[in-house]
Structure formats: C-alpha cells, structure tokens
C-alpha cells in the first residue's frame, strides 16, 4: 500500500532554517509528483510547490519563491522540504502529498493529491 | 490569482443531504477535487475529476461541476461525515500556474 511518513516535529528560532522529509514507499518513487501543503492551526491548506522526483524539477508557489528548496534522495526514496528565514507565522503543520497529473499537449489539465503524509509540526519561536 | 470560495459552515441532520458549494470563475472549465479532514488527521481525497470517487469512498460523496460553481453532495450524512472539506483545482490562467485550495467548509451533523 502506498505510504509517506514524514519525519517528526520541529521547534525552530525566527530566522533559522527547518528541513522536513517524506519517504515513500508501496509504489515507484520517481514516477508521481511529491508535493508539500501546509496548515497553520485553525486554518485552510496552503500548497507550498511540486517536486518531480524523476527530474528534480521544482515548481513553487510565488509566496515562497526564494525561501523554500524542494529535493529529493532516489535511492532511498525520500523527498525534503526546506524553507529558510522562519518567521512565527510558519508554525503550522506540513504535509507532503503524492501528485497526480494530468498533461495534455504539455497542459497541466488537472492536479491532485490522492496520498498524503501524517504532517509534520513545525513550531517556531524565540 | 484565481480564487475559490466555500461556505464557511454547513449543517445537515443525520439521514438527510448536505451539499457544499465551491465557487469560482468559469469553474466548470476546470478539473476539480474535494478533501475531506477530520481533526487532527490529514486530507483525504474524496472527490475527484469534479465527480470520480476513489476506491473505498462511499457511494453517498458524489460532486457536479458547471458554470461558476461546483458542488460536493454528501447523502444519508452520518455523523461520520464531519469534517472539513476542501476544494482545490489547478489554476494556469496566470503566468505562474499553481494550485488553489478553498477556504474550506466546516461541515456539522446536527
């Protein structure tokens, strides 16, 4: 069965860096999207970007262009999330979730995340 | 940037049929999918492709989509069923595509 367990949760000062991971695994790593959401307390889902573990490319929402680095480790199929400069309005709770594509011509007609991770929380304080 | 709008509560008696409405521009042109998350859990995909059910989703989750609105119907709603939902499409109308999630709707069971 398709599984991603992410690592566990994180107490940061403002302006340090955290860096979350996801392995997957009951499927072929490289052949889905890891994508990451993430849900501050009380609050809606936030998507954050897309991974591409075949190629390594990256797709991240404008908010978080320049602050956040998606990777990933094919060999142990594992996909990171970091995001840099915390600030107290990150504490949330983050989840990666496995991608679901649909392409068209090279058009993205439709994305959706049919698997998720248990969440990491991720507190930041001084 | 493209925006989806969900009512912010909905109740519904046990037995009866609760539809949760997401609405944006020309929607029924877009893909669209509904989570389902229970406290402290994460989202679970109970739609998709406006009206797909994955495997092992209950027959009673059902969606539609067209024009400006598209809807999850939930029937003989159990107390089960509450939940947050979520609607989420993928918006390329701008120069930087991306996905978009609604505000999310707080389903009670009365």
């Known amino acids: 069965q398709v599984q991603l367990v992410q690592s566990g949760a994180e107490v940061k000062k403002p302006g340090a860096s955290v860096k979350v991971s996801c392995k997957a695994s009951g499927y072929t790593f490289t052949s889905y999207d890891i994508n990451w959401v993430r849900q501050a307390t009380g609050q809606g889902l936030e998507w954050m970007g897309w991974?591409?573990?075949?190629?390594?490319?990256?797709g991240y929402a404008q908010k978080f262009q320049g602050r956040v680095t998606m990777t990933r480790n094919t060999s142990i199929s594992t996909a990171y999330m970091e995001l840099s400069s915390l600030r107290s309005e990150d504490t949330a709770v983050y989840y990666c979730?496995?991608?679901?594509?649909?392409?068209?011509?090279?058009?993205?007609?439709?994305?959706?995340?049919?698997?998720w991770g248990q969440g990491t929380l991720v507190t930041v304080s001084s | 940037s493209y925006v989806l709008t969900q009512p912010p509560s909905v109740s519904v008696a046990p037995g009866k049929t609760a539809r949760i409405t997401c609405g944006g521009n020309n929607i029924g042109s877009k893909s669209v999918h509904w989570y389902q998350q229970k406290p402290g859990q994460a989202p679970v995909l109970v739609i998709y492709y406006d009206s797909d059910r994955p495997s092992g989703i209950p027959e009673r989750f059902s969606g539609s989509n067209s024009g400006n609105t598209a809807t999850l119907t939930i029937s003989r709603v159990e107390a089960g069923d509450e939940a947050d939902y979520y609607c989420?499409?993928?918006?390329?109308?701008?120069?930087?595509?991306?996905?978009?999630f609604g505000g999310g709707t707080k389903l009670t069971v009365l």
């Open positions: 989420q499409v993928w918006d390329s109308s701008s120069d930087h595509p991306n996905v978009v």
């Open positions: 991974m591409n573990p075949n190629s390594g490319n990256t």
């Open positions: 979730a496995r991608g679901f594509r649909v392409v068209e011509m090279a058009t993205t007609l439709s994305y959706s995340f049919d698997y």
